[in-house]
């Protein structure tokens, strides 16, 4: 069925060292994507989104790339540190479901090491 | 500080056992959801309700019901318990146009293991 998923469960990088993370979606309705961080022991948290008229858009340290033509959805984390050390899930938004849907991706962790 | 809390981080409950998570939002978000996390499986879509008193099906409702009694409140029941709910429980909130923007806003989640 269709999914959002992702490529590599697990990310290891080394502190100051760029992070890619990826996500691959199959649904070609979908037209709003937003990355999530969640912490041990939190909630996620909103990071940033992009929307499908969009290849990319870029935050404090953060940027998501958009590439419609292989559905596929990336975040690229500038000198990782630390603190970044989470889950990240991809979540959509499917043109046409319900208000308020997202459909969210099984997760990658990401480990910086000092 | 927007703040979505809800009342258990940890519960312990019995096979059989009638369970109620409670979630409460202080920012007057019309829509309200219930997630549950299993590891490798991501954030799953249980319930959601858009209004007071509405509710919708998300992807796996099954042995579960919910409660929209108040806007700020909403609430989710395990009639009666399983050992495979034993699950990460996160409810989250979003203004009506929230979907827009992507903001929903998450609780600290609830931890329930059945026994």
């Known amino acids: 069925g269709e999914s959002v998923g992702l490529h590599l469960p697990t990310l290891s990088v080394q502190e100051g060292d760029n992070s890619i993370i990826n996500c691959a979606y199959s649904n070609s309705a979908s037209d709003y994507f937003i990355w999530y961080k969640q912490e041990s022991g939190k909630g996620p948290q909103f990071i940033i989104d992009i929307r499908s008229n969009m290849d990319k858009r870029q935050g404090q340290r953060v940027t998501v790339l958009l590439n419609k033509t292989v559905k596929h959805l990336s975040l690229q984390i500038a000198a990782t540190q630390p603190g970044d050390s989470a889950v990240y899930f991809c979540a959509e938004n499917r043109r046409g479901s319900t208000l308020g849907r997202l459909y969210f991706g099984r997760g990658t962790q990401l480990t910086v090491w000092p | 500080d927007v703040k979505v809390t809800q009342s258990s981080r940890y519960l312990v409950k019995r096979t059989g056992e009638k369970v109620f998570l409670e979630c409460v939002q202080d920012?007057?978000?019309?829509?309200m959801f219930w997630y549950r996390q299993d590891p490798g499986l991501g954030l799953r879509l249980i319930y959601f309700s858009y209004d007071v008193k509405m509710k919708e099906k998300g992807d796996i409702p099954e042995g579960y019901s919910v409660s929209r009694e108040k806007k700020e409140r909403f609430s989710l029941i395990l009639e009666s318990a399983s050992t495979n709910q034993t699950s990460m429980y996160l409810c989250a909130s979003s203004f009506r146009q929230g979907i827009e923007t992507g903001e929903l806003f998450f609780g600290e989640g609830s931890r329930l293991t059945v026994l």
């Open positions: 920012m007057d978000h019309e829509n």
